[in-house]
Nanobody, 122 residues
Framework: VQLQASGGGLMQAGGSLRLSCAAS????????MAWFRQAPGEVRQFVAG????????YYTDSAKGRFTISRDNAKNTVYLQMNNLKPEDTAAYYC????????????????WGQGTQVTVSS
């Protein structure tokens, strides 16, 4: 299984970025997908998750109203649209697949992408 995350970068506060995660080697259309982030010295934290059909989404409180998770099962890709970025959003962002427990726990996922860095300046 490979998860290839991309789309990170340096952005000023208030800007937008769209992250992508292309999956291969798993039955993507059956897999719950999620985005986590990890800032230096901190634990990896849940950001957003999406059911296999895309019909149900979940967000951490800080992402609600600003971030949107979506997926394209025809392209085996999950996205994270991030708007109104804040300096506290600065972190490495990871996509995760193959949920085996509670969706907000990093230990519940079997597969991880390599991470893409998002840096937001004030």
């Amino acid at each position: 299984v490979q998860l290839q995350a991309s789309g990170g970068g340096l952005m000023q506060a208030g800007g937008s970025l769209r992250l992508s995660c292309a999956a291969s080697g798993l039955t993507f259309s059956s897999s719950f997908m999620a985005w986590f982030r990890q800032a230096p010295g901190e634990v990896r934290q849940f950001v957003a998750g999406i059911s296999s059909t895309g019909g149900t989404t979940y967000y951490t409180d800080s992402a609600k109203g600003r971030f949107t998770i979506s997926r394209d099962n025809a392209k085996n890709t999950v996205y994270l649209q991030m708007n109104n970025l804040k300096p506290e959003d600065t972190a490495a962002y990871y996509c995760a697949a193959d949920l085996r427990g509670g969706y907000s726990y990093s230990t519940s996922y079997n597969y991880w992408g390599q991470g893409t860095q998002v840096t937001v300046s004030s």
